[in-house]
């Protein structure tokens, strides 16, 4: 089934930019979406279908994806930022969900 | 505001079945718009998808762990339900249901999630 790749951690100052990757095949061709994991929460859908935000989402939070790698972008970052982001895609060949391993970002 | 509540039992043996329950609130299970979908977490891991249900009842799974699992719902109930057959404790676990538009592939709403422990 198709595998993507996360780092397992990223650091980052306060008020600087975050960029957390997510690789896989041809990722720039289908769809990626981006969930916020805080310690002992559910998961919550912080980017879909590539830069698309939900409501209440702030507009620090942005995505890409083109080529084989997927960016997810959090600006000006706060210590509140600090979590778990997980990548995922449909994969329509075997038609089922896949998650990358998740990437822990620290704020410094 | 749709609401997800998974419940079930937080201890099962090793060779038993794990049922659990998620009950939507805010919106109609049998509405046509969307998918409905377990997903699980193990303690300090990354996040596994299991499968998905259609309000019909149509359902596809992980083929990781298709074999012991069936989701299946109940409209009247408005619920979904995950049974999964043959556990190990490779199968504990936080246990999340979370729904899925139907025309789009991203989780947008989740449950809060429930820990299930497999041993003896």
């Known amino acids: 089934s198709y595998v993507l790749a996360q780092p397992p951690s990223v650091s980052v100052a ?46 620090r939070f942005s995505g890409s994806n083109s080529g084989s790698t997927a960016t997810l972008t959090i600006s000006r970052v706060e210590a509140g930022d600090e979590a778990d982001y997980y990548c995922q895609v449909w994969d329509t060949s075997s038609d089922q969900a896949v998650f990358g391993g998740g990437t822990k970002l620290t704020v410094l | ?23 939507v609130s805010g919106g109609s299970i ?28 149509s359902t596809n799974h992980n083929p990781s762990l298709k074999s012991r699992v069936t989701i299946s719902v109940d409209t009247s109930k408005n619920q979904l339900s995950l049974n999964m057959s043959s556990v190990t404790a490779a199968d504990t676990a936080v246990y999340y249901c979370a729904r899925l538009p139907y025309s789009g592939y991203a989780f947008d709403y989740w449950g809060q999630g429930t820990l299930v422990t497999v041993s003896s």
């Open chain 1, 14 to 59: 306060p008020g600087k930019t975050a960029s957390i990757t997510c690789g896989g095949d041809n990722l720039g061709s289908i769809s990626v979406h981006w969930y916020q994991q805080k310690p002992g929460q559910a998961p919550v859908l912080v980017i879909y279908y590539d830069d698309d935000r939900p409501s209440g989402i702030s507009r």
């Open chain 2, 1 to 23: 505001q749709v609401q997800l509540q998974e419940s079930g039992p937080g201890l099962v043996k090793p060779s038993q079945t794990l049922s659990l329950t998620c009950t």
């Open chain 2, 30 to 57: 049998s509405s046509g718009s969307h998918y409905w979908s377990w997903i699980r977490q193990p303690a300090g891991k990354g996040l596994e998808w299991i499968g998905r249900i259609y309000g019909t009842g």
